[in-house]
C-alpha cells in the first residue's frame, strides 16, 4: 500500500486560490495514477483530478475544468493540486489518492487514501 500525506488547503474567498500537495511513501511516476478526490458534507467522495505522470496525462471533472490544474513533481516526487477561481461548492475535504495504473482512465475507487485536508470556499 501507498501511504499519503496531504498538506495544505485552508479558507479562501471565492474567487480566490489554494494549493494542496500530497507526499506519497513510493516513488508514483511510474506505474502510478494519482488522483485528488473530494467530499462535501452529505455528499459522496467524488473525483476532482487525476494523473497518469508517466504517460503526460491528466483528466480533469467537468466542474473543475479549466479551474484546477493537478501536477507532480518527479523531483520531489509530490503531487499537486493548484485550485483557482474557487466557488462555494468546492467546499470539501480532499483526498490524495494513488493506484497503479497503466493509463488515466476516468475516476474509480483507487485503492490509497491520504488522511484528507479541509478546503473551505465562503
Known amino acids: 500500500h501507498v501511504q499519503l500525506v496531504e498538506s495544505g488547503g485552508g479558507s479562501v474567498q471565492a474567487g480566490g486560490s489554494l494549493s494542496v500537495s500530497c507526499k506519497p511513501s513510493?516513488?508514483?511516476?511510474?506505474?502510478?495514477?494519482m488522483g485528488w478526490f473530494r467530499q462535501a458534507p452529505g455528499k459522496e467522495r467524488e473525483g476532482v483530478a487525476a494523473i497518469y505522470s508517466e504517460g503526460g496525462t491528466t483528466y480533469y471533472s467537468d466542474s473543475v475544468k479549466g479551474r484546477f490544474t493537478i501536477s507532480h513533481d518527479r523531483s520531489k516526487n509530490m503531487g499537486y493540486l493548484q485550485m483557482n477561481n474557487l466557488k462555494p461548492e468546492d467546499t470539501g475535504i480532499y483526498y490524495c489518492a494513488a493506484d497503479l495504473c497503466t493509463a488515466v482512465q476516468g475516476f474509480y475507487p483507487y485503492s490509497d487514501y491520504g488522511q484528507g485536508t479541509q478546503v473551505t470556499v465562503s
Open positions: 513510493v516513488d508514483t511516476y511510474r506505474r502510478y495514477c
